[in-house]
Nanobody, 125 residues
């Protein structure tokens, strides 16, 4: 499975961006899909995730109410709509996928089987 992320960029605080992740290859094996981010000098952290099979959608507390994850199973894509961006959202955002459903809370990076290349999001103050 290959994941291709796109949609990052530079935006002012309060602005919006939408990230997209397209899966290709053996996509039938993919159930959970989501996003992580990693800021300079920090560990990769969970942002949001959802499962093809339904069930809960999970968000990090820091993005709840501002970010929305959605999925188009027919197109094997997952989107992350990011609104009311703040400088603390600046990071490289990674798309991730796993064979099973998303675990409770979204999971750690080790719970995901496939990763995209990352896309830079920079929020200026």
């Amino acid at each position: 499975v290959q994941l291709q992320a796109s949609g990052g960029g530079l935006v002012q605080a309060g602005g919006s961006l939408r990230l997209s992740c397209a899966a290709s290859g053996r996509t039938f094996s993919v159930n959970g899909m989501g996003w992580f981010r990693q800021a300079p000098g920090k560990e990769r952290e969970f942002v949001a995730a959802t499962s093809r099979s339904g069930g809960p959608t999970y968000y990090a507390d820091s993005v709840k109410g501002r970010f929305t994850i959605s999925r188009d199973n027919a197109k094997n894509t997952v989107l992350l709509q990011m609104n009311s961006l703040i400088p603390e959202d600046t990071a490289v955002y990674y798309c991730a996928a796993r064979r099973g459903a998303v675990v409770a809370g979204g999971g750690t990076p080790g719970a995901y089987d496939y990763w995209g290349q990352g896309t830079q999001v920079t929020v200026s103050s």
